[in-house]
């Protein structure tokens, strides 16, 4: 699918969740966070560096672990085509591929992920090993490779005559974009065909069929020939695949919040998990209170996270979610889990903020909230002693001058704070300018302590740890960073 401009980088929260998934072990669970990262890949996200090259091993390790099944290696090798190295993962896609030589849609998966890494080595080591027809070869390099590689002799298929596993590889390239026109009839083009495979006999197919309507931007729910009102009637892959095309559906279609209310109550939980899951980046009139409704009724543990997950990404587009996401969050106190899925969901939005703010206040009031001494002694040199937050006991004479005459407002407190902050961004990978102009907005907070002044000092070092937040390997230095903005918001009433 060709990537979207402006999607820019997967969130570093988001890519760890994704990384503890993976190395679950759990074979769904597994699958569903590599389903994500491919997805996220093929909407035109990307890991950071830092994140590839942490993720990448998860990966093999989920490819070649001996309890894995074949949907675990298929979306592995998926997963690989995305954001391999060739250095890394070109002998272990070349290796699966001739170890499951017997899982068509694994050697297919491979072949993919092999013609990206290294098109012109793939052509010569899978032509030389004979494992699979020219058309399989073809049908499967091309969602990855270019066309151009079979230009001589592209692929056209008999709908009529063409085994369930060659419709299911083809249904892949439509739903991923890469599918020449007329790939299914020299006549008809490939969005008329769908419509047709969309009710095949073999549930399989039917099912990619929705898939590929579902992943495909120019097609949606008019293009497959579904009577919804027979849903309860139709197998759970084919139910949950339905489910998940009406829930992602971004234009206002008839009965799509019937059909997610459906969802919400349909006794299989691949069925309502893949309603869900297609909600993830949808938002549109109406269905706050639905899935609101769902969520406290949902008793699978999985579908509530995927809920959570889009409760959450949505709540500022959506006011229903954004009065609940706060007490959500306070909620799950005890569920570090859920509270990872929020804050992943959030981040890099004002409510990611809030949230961190609301963690760092419980964990200051569980910890003493490290109360502070406020018997200050000014001497006639102009050195004031006592206990500070930070315990650095003296600061300089005019800090001490500004601090012993602003009110009651415990300024020391925020001092010690835009100190901390200070140290915490000193060093952290941020543009020249952000720097600089944070740096004078803690110099104007020090020198002379108001609430304008702190007000000034938070909003500067807010937009630093949004940024250190988008940062691979900076998730540290943004949470602490979060809590110093917290405590000095927390002096001026904020």
């Known amino acids: 699918m060709p990537p979207t401009a402006g999607k820019g980088f997967i969130q570093e929260l988001e890519a760890e969740l994704l990384k503890v998934s993976i190395e679950s072990g759990d074979n769904p669970r597994v699958k569903r966070a590599l389903q994500t990262l491919c997805k996220l890949y093929w909407d035109g996200s990307r890991l950071m560096p830092q994140g590839r090259q942490s993720l990448e091993p998860t990966i093999l390790g989920a490819l070649v672990r001996s309890d894995s099944d074949e949907k675990v290696r298929r979306w592995s090798l998926s997963a690989l085509a995305q954001l391999g190295r060739p250095e890394v993962s070109w002998s272990p896609v070349l290796q699966a591929i001739i170890q499951h030589e017997h899982e068509p849609q694994v050697v297919s998966a491979g072949i993919a992920a092999a013609f990206k890494l290294d098109g012109k080595a793939a052509f010569r080591e899978l032509q030389a090993k004979d494992i699979v027809s020219p058309e399989f070869l073809a049908i499967s390099a091309m969602q990855t490779a270019p066309h151009s590689l079979f230009e001589d002799n592209p692929p056209s298929l008999n709908v009529e005559e063409a085994s369930v596993t060659t419709l299911k590889l083809s249904l892949i390239l439509v739903g991923l974009e890469r599918a020449p026109e007329n790939l299914f009839h020299p006549k008809y083009q490939n969005n008329e065909l769908i419509r047709s495979l969309s009710t095949h006999h073999d549930p399989l197919v039917s099912q990619y069929s929705i898939w590929a309507a579902s992943e495909n931007s120019s097609l949606g729910v008019l293009d497959v020939s579904v009577d919804v009102?027979?849903?309860?009637?139709?197998?759970?892959?084919?139910?949950?695949?339905?489910?998940?095309?009406?829930?992602?559906n971004k234009e206002p279609i008839p009965l799509q919040n019937d059909v997610i209310e459906a969802a919400s109550t349909?006794?299989?939980?691949?069925?309502?998990?893949?309603?869900?899951?297609?909600?993830?980046?949808?938002?549109?009139?109406?269905i706050g209170p639905i899935v609101l409704d769902w969520f406290y009724d949902e008793e699978d543990t999985e579908v509530q996270k995927y809920l959570l997950d889009h409760i959450s990404r949505q709540a500022e587009r959506i006011s229903d979610y954004h009065a609940h996401v706060p007490s959500l969050f306070s909620s799950f106190e005890n569920d570090q889990t859920m509270?990872?899925?929020?804050?992943?969901?959030?981040?890099?939005?004002?409510?990611?903020?809030?949230?961190r703010q609301m963690e760092y206040r419980e964990n200051d009031l569980f910890s003493g909230g490290n109360t502070v001494t406020n018997n200050i002694n000014i001497n006639n040199s102009g050195n004031m002693s006592g206990t500070s937050l930070s315990g650095q006991g003296d600061i300089d004479a005019s800090r001490a001058s500004n601090v012993a005459n602003s009110g009651t407002m415990n300024w020391e407190q925020g001092l010690s704070a835009i100190s901390d902050a200070?140290?915490?961004?000193?060093?952290?990978?941020?543009?020249?300018?952000?720097?600089?102009?944070?740096?004078?907005?803690?110099?104007?907070?020090?020198?002379?302590?108001?609430?304008?002044?702190?007000?000034?000092?938070?909003?500067?070092?807010?937009?630093?740890?949004?940024?250190?937040?988008?940062?691979?390997?900076?998730?540290?230095?943004?949470?602490?960073?979060?809590?110093?903005?917290?405590?000095?918001?927390?002096?001026?009433?904020?």
């Open 229 to 248: 009102k027979d849903i309860e009637q139709m197998p759970p892959n084919i139910r949950s695949y339905i489910y998940r095309l009406y829930a992602s």
């Open 266 to 286: 349909d006794k299989d939980i691949e069925a309502r998990l893949g309603a869900a899951i297609g909600l993830r980046d949808n938002a549109y009139d109406g």
């Open 422 to 494: 200070r140290e915490i961004i000193k060093d952290a990978p941020l543009p020249p300018d952000m720097l600089e102009a944070t740096q004078s907005a803690l110099d104007e907070a020090e020198k002379a302590p108001s609430e304008v002044t702190f007000k000034s000092a938070a909003d500067s070092l807010e937009t630093c740890e949004k940024a250190l937040g988008s940062i691979n390997g900076m998730a540290e230095k943004a949470t602490s960073l979060a809590g110093k903005i917290a405590l000095i918001l927390k002096v001026i009433g904020l």
């Open 339 to 355: 509270r990872q899925v929020m804050l992943s969901a959030t981040q890099g939005t004002d409510l990611y903020k809030t949230l």
